[in-house]
């Protein structure tokens, strides 16, 4: 089968893209509604990957709302420029479904989906108490891509928060997590998503 995505509707390629980049890390995105960070937003985005090391800056892709409006977390990260990138697991799944929902500004999906915040030391931040994996990020760089067109959010990573349960220290004396202690939760195509199944290592050659 050839598709020719110039002659396809802009939803069809987004209905193809979405079923072949699979499995896609689902960043759970808690950002302040407000400068005191009091109030907070939390949203899910599966256009989510790393693109540098040095520095350590991952990359959040989203588009608009359905009225045509920046989503929340744009607008948050645009105005006062941080977040708490969380990586949520498979039994999280539900929630972090739910927190895709769109509300109204101000409204907070912590509350609706039940989540609880705790501080994340060493920042002006809350993270989600129950997550594996948080990252406070700074807004790297702004870029619109496409028609619409979309957002392409760059965050540079300023502090890891990783759960003492999943990680452990190697021989080395290097830090490693335990992906099968993480147990994330990735995206597939529309409804579906998918565990951490049958983990292998390949040894170097």
């Not at 990586?87 to 609706?112: K, N, W």
């Not at 004396?173 to 292998?200: H, K, N, Q, T, W």
Request: aromatic fraction near 8%; glycine fraction near 6%.
């Amino acid at each position: 089968m050839i598709l020719s995505a110039r002659d396809m509707a802009t939803a069809d390629v987004y209905h193809t893209l979405t079923q072949i980049i699979i499995p896609r890390p689902i960043a759970w995105v808690l950002s302040p509604n407000d400068r005191a960070c009091s109030h907070f937003n939390l949203a899910p985005f599966s256009f989510f990957n790393a693109v540098c090391s040095d520095p350590p800056v991952l990359m959040l892709s989203m588009g608009n709302k359905t009225d045509g409006s920046l989503k929340d977390s744009c607008v948050n990260l645009l105005e006062r420029r941080h977040c708490v990138v969380h990586l949520g697991t498979d039994r999280q799944a539900q929630a972090i479904s739910d927190t895709a929902q769109e509300m109204a500004f101000g409204e907070s999906e912590v509350e609706q989906a039940g989540c609880e915040l705790v501080d994340f030391e060493g920042t002006d931040m809350k993270r989600l108490k129950t997550v594996p994996i948080a990252l406070y990020c700074r807004l790297y760089q702004h870029i619109e891509v496409g028609n619409r067109p979309q957002h392409l959010l760059l965050v540079e990573v300023e502090k890891f928060w990783v759960d003492d349960n999943v990680c452990y220290t190697d021989s080395k004396g290097r830090v490693r997590i335990a992906a099968d202690r993480v147990e994330p939760l990735a995206r597939l195509g529309g409804s579906e998503y998918a565990r951490l199944g049958e983990m292998f290592r390949l040894e170097r050659r």
